[in-house]
């Protein structure tokens, strides 16, 4: 909506925040109720699924309705940016209603509210806190507002007013509705028949109202006002203008309070200084460089070329611990990079070429190591299954892989790290909404179904969404091959096995739990398109 700001006076001290109303207008005053109300409808007892994305929709066109054709957001390309990954995860969370959808949708248009409160904003992290620290403090500002003027002279004659101009045309309606009824009996009857059905719907609805249902509207009542009423947050615009893209030479400045004095002298570091620096980094790349080439000849030869666990190998042990440490070392080789690199290191002519290739060396190294934790996390998924956390660590891959290059780029580029942050954040966005499009529950149980494992987690596939139960059903016949079927649900303390036939009796008992709940529970708002298919291939079988 349009950007509204308390009128907070120049000079003095400022008021107190309950003190300084935020003035609506006409429009807001009509959407926020509007919106509390479809907030209600729509989630009130409901899953997730078609009300969010409605809920998404109703809230990106009433944010557009209140900008005006000139306002700077119009021309902000992460803005654009933001509402068609907006647009795309609602349409993904309509379509398979899976949680990396609904939090991709959820996240993309707070990132949208951040971006039109403070359209020259970069990062899409500061766009985020922009819009939650935004919709925090619009209640504070809404609740003066909502109360009556104290000691106003001119409240008495607005109030006789506003009751004079409802009041009386309600009086004619009520002088005419009693001549007609008394001179219509036609008109008498369906007046009855009306105020009957009034009350009885009336009487209907009033169990609806509980102190519990109440509190739910005024959540919808703030969530909507917090989406729709701008309040202005220049803090993260004020701290990111702070920071540039490359990396400037730093020279003797002075550390001043408004105040120039030379006591508050600070030097950079001297020529001699950064020399000793250079040969710590020097030393640094050189000797890590060492050891990761041999860690790095090691995993080539045992996970690069034809690797076979021995009987007896713990293969949890080799990806979980070995996975995470070579992660760490990774994270850590980047950090120590982004130190050496930070300032004037990156100015230091006689010996940059050589540290620069240092660590692009180093660099190029952590992306073999990268590879080699990826092997692993394949050799996993071969020999046991595929599950969440293998499908997150190669996200996470991606994202250390891309975070390298622009490693790399801060190293020839000289960028800042404010640069780095940025586009990694930027990655970070395009690969939650990679996550969102993929119908990963559905791609998990064909996996780990297939003839060729015969150990089989039936357990950790039955707690997953329910349109993974056709699935289930089409391949329960590849049970009869497993020699081991595991029924206890994910993160129980003692491990439950079954044969195949009480395999396939526990996943018809949760077939028929949700054929009977499904019609009960499930209505319009909480639709998914891949529920719905999911209930009706059950239903023809």
Known sequence: M?????????????????????????????????????????????????????YTVFVL????????????VWRSGYFWLMVAGTVISAGCVVWYGSGAAR?????????????????????????????????????????PSLSLPQGSANRWPRVRFYGRLLLLPLGVLGVFHV????????????????????GEWLLALWPAFSVPHLLFFLLGLAV??????????????????????????????????????????????????????????????????TLLLVVNVIDVRWIWLGFTPEPGFDLTQFVHEGTYVLILSI???????????????????????????????????????TISVGLRNYYYILYTGLAYKRIGVYGFLLLTLFGLLTVLLKIWQRRSAY???RLNGLAAYGLLLVLALG????????????????????????????????????????????????????????????????AKAAIQNRVAAWQRNYPEYHSWQSWTHAESAAYEALSDR
């Not at 615009?237 to 020279?251: A, K, T, Y």
């Not at 690199?341 to 540290?355: A, D, E, H, I, V």
């Open 224 to 289: 909507t006002a917090g989406a729709l009423v701008i309040i202005p947050l220049h803090f993260f615009l004020d701290q990111e203008s702070r920071f540039g893209e490359f990396v400037r030479r730093q020279r003797d400045r002075v550390a001043s309070f408004g105040v120039r004095r030379p006591d508050f002298r600070v030097r950079t570091t001297g020529p001699l200084d950064l020399r000793k620096e250079y040969l710590a980094a020097l030393a640094v790349f050189g000797l890590i460089n």
């Open 439 to 502: 119908n990963w529950e559905i791609w998990i149980a064909r996996y780990n179904l297939s003839p060729r494992f015969r150990t089989v987690d039936l357990g950790f596939l039955l707690e997953m969404p329910e349109r993974v139960l056709p699935e289930l059903v089409a391949r329960q016949s590849m049970l009869d091959g497993a020699t081991r079927i595991i029924i206890s649900p994910p993160g129980s303390y003692t491990e439950t096995t079954a044969t195949p036939e009480q």
């Open 2 to 54: 349009a950007t509204l700001s308390a009128a907070v006076p120049a000079t003095g001290p400022a008021p107190s925040i309950h003190r300084v109303p935020v003035v609506l207008t006409a429009l807001q005053k009509l959407l926020i109720p509007a919106g509390a109300v479809l907030f209600d409808v729509l989630f009130w007892n409901q899953e997730t699924g078609l009300n969010l994305a409605l």
């Open 419 to 421: 640069s780095l942050v």
């Open 61 to 72: 066109v009433a944010t557009g309705l209140g900008q005006p054709r000139q306002a700077a």
């Open 179 to 198: 001549l007609f009824v008394l001179a219509n009996p036609h008109y008498e009857a369906l007046t009855d028949t009306l105020f009957q059905k009034l």
């Open 331 to 369: 994270l850590l080789a980047m950090g120590i990079v982004l130190w050496f690199f930070r300032r004037n290191l990156n100015f230091y002519q006689r010996g940059l070429p050589t540290l620069r290739w240092g660590a692009t060396v180093w660099v190029l190294q952590n992306v073999v190591l």
């Open 103 to 143: 939090l991709a949708c959820v996240a993309s248009l707070l990132m949208v509210l951040g971006y039109v409160n403070q359209p020259h904003l970069k990062l899409v992290a500061y766009a985020l806190l922009t819009a939650l620290v935004s919709a925090v403090r619009v209640l504070p500002h809404l609740v």
